[in-house]
């Protein structure tokens, strides 16, 4: 059994960065895609980005291109989303997912690809 936990949410201010975890455990992960979606109040939950745990191939929305930047640790078993020049659209509960992903070279985009979930860390940015 897929287990993943968030932390690292918090309240923070426009401009600041903030850092989320991921711990995975359950498996081996080597065939997995892992992400980050985001879900605001009232929104449907969005794509993020995302990280092939194999080579460490990473892809990112429009939203988060050059702002917030995915890694992984293998020996650790941990994802971590360092996210900078945070802003108050980015207010969201986040959510780490992971997928067997044998056959493609890169993350998926949809929600619906994941099947296993972390319960969510809230990130809220003050303007």
Same mark, same amino acid.
């Given at each position: 059994?897929?287990?993943?936990?968030?932390? =690292? =949410? $918090? /309240?923070?201010?426009?401009?600041?960065?903030?850092?989320?975890?991921?711990?995975?455990?359950?498996?081996?992960?080597?065939?997995?895609?892992?992400? @980050?979606?985001?879900?605001?109040?009232?929104?449907?939950?969005?794509?993020? =980005? $995302?990280?092939?745990?194999?080579? $460490?191939? !990473?892809?990112?929305?429009?939203?988060?291109? =050059?702002?917030?930047r995915i890694s992984r640790d293998t020996?650790?078993n941990t994802m971590t989303m360092r996210?900078? @020049?945070?802003? &108050?659209?980015?207010?969201?509960?986040?959510?780490?997912?992971?997928?067997?992903? /044998?056959?493609?070279?890169? &993350?998926?985009?949809?929600?619906?690809?994941?099947?296993?979930? $972390?319960?969510? !860390?809230?990130? !809220?940015?003050?303007?």
């Open positions: 059994q897929v287990l993943l936990v968030e932390s =690292g =949410g $918090g /309240s923070v201010q426009a401009g600041d960065t903030l850092r989320l975890l991921c711990i995975v455990s359950g498996r081996n992960f080597d065939n997995y895609a892992m992400a @980050w979606f985001r879900q605001a109040s009232g929104k449907v939950r969005e794509y993020v =980005g $995302g990280i092939m745990w194999r080579d $460490g191939t !990473t892809h990112y929305s429009d939203s988060a291109f =050059g702002r917030f020996s650790k996210m900078t @020049w945070l802003k &108050s659209e980015d207010t969201a509960v986040y959510y780490c997912a992971a997928q067997d992903v /044998s056959s493609r070279a890169t &993350s998926p985009r949809w929600d619906y690809e994941y099947n296993d979930w $972390g319960q969510g !860390t809230q990130v !809220t940015v003050s303007s």
